[in-house]
């Protein structure tokens, strides 16, 4: 195992501590797990929460400050994040207006979200739930029952998080969010399998000169294996399948935000070359881009390959979406 780390048991913990070295705009609670924008009582905004397993950074500690979120809990590597730690952030960012919690669908997540939100209830904080589950790839999997959440998290929270530092109130937000995933649809590939630091070794056993189509973010199994494949030939499969599930939304010709999405070890050289591909078949399609995001944002450790999102943008998630940000991983208008 070549790791660029102290030890499996405080993988989670360093990586905070390097936040928070990196970035002194954000209150990193590293013994209690929970990262919270330093003025998030700041201006009388509702709270926008999210938190996960760790090993898909930037998600989500890195999509924390301005424009995004107000907190997020990470757990420790594919584990989802206890109640206590969402109770923590939703009561250190709220304001009197309410807090929204943006939860993976994942059984760990959603279980754990669930508790932290009865709790918070019960500390008389006003709590919504929004849940993302946008991958097509499988109906229900390994961790889930239903569709995987993925990639359209981050369309989720930039849109979400612009909403509110709007001023939106709290009811707004998460229909808002809610409205995004249910326009949203994603595809995953992988080309290796990831290394967990506990276990040492790949997660799955992929043999030389394959790839599965439809992975996880925790390299769950796709929809199939097939023999290494094209640039070209695995967009016409990604943006296809996503396309199909969209045309049930319509309109079949209206435009779209697109994300490439890289899984961790896929470096930019690949992921622009692959977004070329995508583009083409959207073109090819009639399906206009209205904005496109190229990089490695909800990850799977080191895992090589990527993920395509696609989402129905009308103009009022255009202009949210292209609201100023500044978060750690990403930062644009300000």
Not at 97 to 109: A, S
Not at 136 to 161: P, Y
Not at 162 to 169: D, H, L, R, S, T
Not at 237 to 256: R, S
Request: with cysteine.
């Amino acid at each position: 195992m070549r790791m660029l780390i102290n030890s499996p048991q405080t993988v989670v913990a360093d990586a905070l501590r390097g936040m928070a070295a990196a970035h002194p705009e954000l209150d990193v609670d590293v013994e209690r797990r929970v990262v919270v924008r330093r003025d998030a009582k700041a201006g009388g905004r509702v709270g926008v929460v999210s938190g996960g397993g760790s090993g898909h950074e930037p998600l989500h500690a890195g999509f924390v400050g301005y424009g995004m979120l107000s907190a997020a809990c990470p757990g420790e590597v594919f584990t989802s994040p206890v109640p206590d730690q969402m109770v923590r952030a939703a009561a250190a960012v709220d304001c009197g207006q309410g807090v929204l919690f943006v939860v993976k669908n994942y059984t760990g997540d959603v279980l754990n979200f669930e508790m932290a939100a009865e709790l918070a209830e019960e500390d008389g904080l006003r709590i919504e739930r929004v849940l993302v589950d946008d991958d097509v790839a499988v109906t229900d999997s390994l961790f889930t029952a239903g569709r995987r959440g993925t990639g359209a998290t981050l369309f989720v929270e930039k849109i979400a998080g612009a909403a509110a530092e709007e001023g939106a109130p709290l009811d707004r937000v998460a229909a808002l969010a809610r409205r995004v995933d249910e326009c949203s649809r994603s595809f995953g590939v992988a080309l290796s399998a990831c290394t967990t630091p506990a276990k040492g070794s790949p997660t799955f056993d992929l043999p030389d000169g394959e790839l599965e189509l439809g992975i996880g973010i925790h390299g769950e199994p796709g929809r199939e294996r097939r023999p290494m494949m094209s640039a070209r030939e695995i967009a016409e499969v990604a943006v296809g399948a996503a396309l199909e599930e969209l045309a049930q939304i319509g309109p079949a010709d209206g435009p779209v935000l697109a994300l490439v999405n890289g899984m961790g070890a896929t470096p930019l050289l690949e992921l622009y070359g692959f977004h070329a591909e995508v583009a083409r078949v959207l073109t090819e399609r009639g399906v206009p881009v209205a904005r496109a995001l190229v990089g490695n944002y909800v990850t799977s450790l080191d895992m090589a390959g990527c993920s395509v999102t696609l989402c129905r943008a009308d103009e009022e998630l255009l202009r949210l979406w292209d609201a100023p940000v500044r978060t750690a991983a990403l930062r644009w208008g300000l």
